[in-house]
């Protein structure tokens, strides 16, 4: 059920964590991405550590940008079939498919196993003769700037972190190494948050069934997530669903997907794939995996290839 917080002038906010709700505001007309510091103000204070995280030399992140936002629709489209594209042949050097596979079986070489997610993560993005070759000793480093970004995130273990700007140190290195690329940023900055959780979620799963009669195949339920927290506001007075009054404008609209995400929530949820902030990623990211399954033990894959990404309004 939705919980409205407002605390006379200083706070307005709305949190979300069922599955189903969520699904229904995504695409709320009366809902949409807007980082400005408006409304109350413990809402301008949560803006401005969220604008932080979105942006670079002053400017939103295209992935991040509104609903229709020309720019963004169409770099979202045209990243998505790029990647698609990508998918379907399967590049990613053999080692670095293996030391995930090994370090789901086994439990050890999670250090190799990082440095490869990152690899395959940031593959897309890099230049052309870094793509086919895994080295962990460079993909290692990669993957530390990452947690300095995902460290800044956080509310007050964070500070240090963002007083020092070691978070936007960390995210100029990073376009450095995907040439620029602002989506190369967003990858490794944003995309292996989540992809690092699935990788550790089938290491559970593997180890749990281990040794039990349990010979049902891995597939992606038994990694699947969802980003942690997807943040709408109201553009204007609007009443929503399950939520008994009508919301001011620039609301904060805090919808907590991984809290949210349950066995049997839709096909795409962690995605968002129905929806016009559909990731671009979803197809590539979970064929990542399948090819990490299919390594580990000749498996099926993590679902069917048509429900990994639906045809959104990106």
Request: glycine letters at 6%; proline letters at 6%.
């Amino acid at each position: 059920m939705a919980r409205y917080i407002r605390r006379g002038g200083l706070a307005s906010v709305l949190v979300v964590d069922n599955d189903h709700e969520i699904d229904a505001l995504m695409d709320h007309p009366g809902l949409d991405r807007d980082y400005s510091a408006n409304g109350p103000l413990l809402n301008r204070l949560l803006l401005a550590r969220l604008r932080r995280g979105v942006t670079e030399s002053g400017d939103v992140l295209l992935s991040f940008r509104r609903r229709n936002d020309p720019q963004r629709r169409r770099s979202q489209q045209a990243l998505a079939e790029r990647l698609d594209a990508i998918a379907k042949q399967d590049p990613w050097a053999h080692s670095a498919i293996s030391a995930m596979a090994s370090y789901i079986a086994t439990g050890s070489g999670r250090k190799a196993a990082l440095a490869a997610l990152t690899y395959v993560t940031a593959m897309p993005f890099l230049p052309t003769e870094a793509q086919a070759s895994f080295d962990p000793t460079r993909f290692a480093p990669l993957y530390r700037l990452y947690r300095r970004m995902s460290l800044a995130r956080r509310p007050w273990a964070g500070l240090p972190f963002r007083l020092l700007d070691i978070d936007k140190r960390a995210a100029r290195q990073i376009l450095e190494a995907t040439g620029g690329d602002e989506y190369g940023l967003h990858a490794i900055g944003i995309t292996l948050d989540n992809s690092v959780i699935i990788l550790e979620r089938l290491r559970t799963s593997y180890a749990r069934n281990v040794g039990t009669s349990d010979t049902t195949p891995m597939g992606w339920v038994d990694g699947r997530t969802a980003p942690a927290l997807v943040v709408r506001q109201t553009t204007a007075s609007c009443k929503l669903l399950n939520v008994a009054v009508e919301l001011p404008p620039h609301t904060l609209v805090l919808l907590k997907m991984r809290r949210a995400l349950r066995a049997n929530s839709p096909s795409g949820f962690e995605f968002a794939s129905a929806h016009w902030s559909a990731c671009p990623a979803g197809h590539y990211m979970t064929e990542v995996f399948n090819a990490v399954l299919r390594d580990l033990r000749g498996g099926p894959s993590l679902g069917k290839k048509s429900e990994a990404r639906a045809a959104p309004a990106l």
